[in-house]
T-cell receptor, first 120, second 114 residues
Framework: AQKVTQAQTEISVVEKEDVTLDCVYE???????LFWYKQPPSGELVFLIR??????QNEISGRYSWNFQKSTSSFNFTITASQVVDSAVYFC?????????????????FGQGTILTVHP | EAGVTQSPTHLIKTRGQQATLRCSPI?????VYWYQQALGLGLQFLLW???????NRGNFPPRFSGRQFPNYSSELNVNALELEDSALYLC?????????????FGPGTRLTVL
């Protein structure tokens, strides 16, 4: 069965510090997608990135970067020079293919989330 | 382009009552997903509708049900409400390609059961 683990429940940093949010996943499928979402206090989940299992290239978008390593089943997220507006709950999620057995098809399996607080 | 919309924003019910939550997907999206975010339990998948059909269902009792209308909007119904149904219910939509497509979320409906 699929599983996503975000071991860090809460992280607190001071503005301008770099911070890395860890995500480890489990799946028996060879084809899958990984996602990161941000949930600010308003509650709405904001999509940040999607990665498929065949593309291990790291990605950078402004102050955000993602490191995908299949060998360790990890998909970590780094915020460089953090800002107060980055304060939110961040979720890592996994989506499996139909080959996974049908019951997981189409759904996102989320980690428990990491609460990030950036202090001024 | 308008995002996913949900109504109502807040809903207060008492035990045993029924709740109906509504969701309108992004224009052009045919799939709608429902998730429950209860305190301490994280985000749990409830239901997936595509082209009017239920495609997958999470591990929830039958009193959680829904439907998708011809215009792709969706309703989630929760019958015989229990206190533990209190949660944020999030709706998401996608272009209907299952695993490969990104799900975009709405602002949620906060259901409180007294």
């Amino acid at each position: 069965a699929q599983k996503v683990t975000q071991a860090q429940t809460e992280i607190s940093v001071v503005e301008k510090e770099d911070v890395t949010l860890d995500c480890v996943y489990e799946t028996r499928d060879t084809t899958y997608y990984l996602f990161w979402y941000k949930q600010p206090p308003s509650g709405e989940l904001v999509f940040l990135i999607r990665r498929n299992s065949f593309d291990e290239q790291n990605e950078i978008s402004g102050r955000y970067s993602w490191n995908f390593q299949k060998s360790t089943s990890s998909f970590n997220f780094t915020i460089t020079a953090s800002q107060v507006v980055d304060s939110a709950v961040y979720f890592c999620a996994l989506s499996e293919g139909f080959n996974a057995g049908g019951t997981s098809y189409g759904k996102l399996t989320f980690g428990q989330g990491t609460i990030l607080t950036v202090h001024p | 382009e308008a995002g996913v919309t949900q109504s109502p924003t807040h809903l207060i019910k008492t035990r045993g009552q029924q709740a109906t939550l509504r969701c309108s997907p992004i224009s052009g999206h045919t799939s709608v997903y429902w998730y429950q975010q209860a305190l301490g339990l994280g985000l749990q998948f409830l239901l997936w509708y595509d082209e009017g059909e239920e495609r997958n269902r999470g591990n929830f009792p039958p009193r959680f049900s829904g439907r998708q209308f011809p215009n792709y909007s969706s309703e989630l119904n929760v019958n015989a409400l229990e206190l533990e149904d209190s949660a944020l219910y999030l709706c998401a939509s996608s272009r209907g390609q299952g695993m490969t497509d990104t799900q975009y979320f709405g602002p949620g409906t906060r259901l409180t059961v007294l």
